[in-house]
C-alpha cells in the first residue's frame, strides 16, 4: 500500500501541479528532492515538519513551527510516527543530511 504525503493526507491541492498550486503557491513539501523516499514519501511528503516553508492549515510550518511545537501536535506527524515506528527518520537526521 502506497503511504500518503501531507498533500493527499490534508487533500490541499498545494502539491506540484495541484488544483491550489497557482492560486495559494506550491509548499516547499512537494518539490524538495532531497528528502524523496525519507519515510517512504514522495521528496517531501513525508517530512513536511523538517521543510522550512510548508504550509499547513494555511499557515506556513516546517522546521521552524516544530521547535515551537505546531508541527508535533500534528495528526500527519503523528501518523508517520506511528508508520514508521523505530524506521522514523528524524528531523535531525534529515537536516543533517540533506542540508534541507
Given at each position: 500500500m502506497k503511504k500518503q504525503n501531507c498533500w493527499e493526507f490534508y487533500k490541499?491541492?498545494?502539491?506540484?501541479?495541484g488544483f491550489n498550486a497557482t492560486h495559494l503557491?506550491?509548499?516547499?513539501?512537494?518539490?524538495?528532492?532531497?528528502?524523496?523516499?525519507?519515510?517512504?514519501?514522495?521528496?517531501?511528503?513525508?517530512n513536511c515538519?523538517?521543510?522550512?516553508?510548508?504550509f499547513c492549515k494555511?499557515?506556513?510550518?516546517?522546521?521552524?513551527?516544530?521547535?515551537s511545537g505546531s508541527c508535533l501536535k500534528c495528526e500527519f506527524y503523528k501518523k508517520v510516527m506511528f508508520e514508521e515506528?523505530?524506521?522514523?527518520?528524524?528531523?535531525?537526521?534529515i537536516l543533517k543530511t540533506c542540508s534541507v
Open positions: 490541499c491541492g498545494r502539491e506540484l501541479g503557491g506550491t509548499c516547499p513539501a512537494s518539490f524538495e528532492i532531497k528528502t524523496n523516499k525519507f519515510n517512504g514519501a514522495e521528496n517531501g511528503g513525508r515538519w523538517a521543510i522550512a516553508g510548508t494555511e499557515k506556513t510550518s516546517g522546521i521552524f513551527a516544530r521547535e515506528g523505530a524506521s522514523l527518520y528524524s528531523s535531525k537526521f
